[in-house]
């Protein structure tokens, strides 16, 4: 007697274009804590955003102000565009409304968190400290988190991390008005 599925049919193909982008190139399949690893991934891209639009650095003659609108620019295009690709991944992978791999939600919202911060003063102890920080916010969503994540397809995949994002800007907002960081 056969199987009603087909082998072939469960087996998702890691080397569609939609699922290779939404699980980082991959990193999502690692077996434990796929997220981390994407939101390190976050961390690295706002790194390089940051310095790539540095006005000391970028050549481009680009005021703080100015280089923090680029940056917020490109970080909401990637984030815009991460709703269609997670929903297109998530049907492809065929796993749940918000399978593990797919990691481009933490990638992406990340780094919009870390806006609060002009890209001058993101030394690394602040880059590790809002790492934790989303990773804390994104694992245990506080209000209204949990309910984002409900949201249709893609949008609820993508928005949870946006609050996550938002809880780690208020934080770090928080603690350098303090003088912590």
């Known amino acids: 007697m056969q199987s009603s599925t087909h082998p072939a049919a469960a087996m998702p193909n890691w080397f569609d274009p939609a699922v290779l982008v939404a699980t980082c190139g991959g990193i999502g399949r690692i077996p434990f804590a796929p997220g981390t690893f994407g939101a390190a991934v976050g961390v690295l891209i706002s790194a390089l955003l940051g310095n790539l639009l540095a006005p000391a650095t970028s050549g481009l003659a680009l005021s ?9 620019l490109v970080l909401m295009v990637i984030n815009v565009a991460g709703i269609p690709l997670c929903s297109l991944a998530a049907s492809r992978l065929s796993r749940g409304s918000d399978p593990g791999a797919i990691v481009y939600d933490e990638m992406a919202s990340l780094p919009l ?7 001058a003063a993101r030394s690394p102890v602040l880059l590790v400290l809002a790492f934790l920080l989303h990773r804390l916010f994104d694992i245990t969503k506080p209000f209204p988190c949990r309910r984002l994540e409900h949201l249709p397809a893609g949008l609820g995949i993508m928005a949870d991390d946006w609050g996550a994002a938002v809880w780690m800007a208020a934080s770090l907002w928080v603690a350098r008005w303090g003088g912590l960081v």
């Not at 102000?65 to 680029?70: E, G, P, Y």
């Not at 968190?113 to 890209?119: E, F």
């Open 64 to 72: 703080t102000a100015s280089a923090t609108a680029v940056e917020a």
């Open 113 to 119: 968190g870390l806006l609060v911060v002009p890209a």
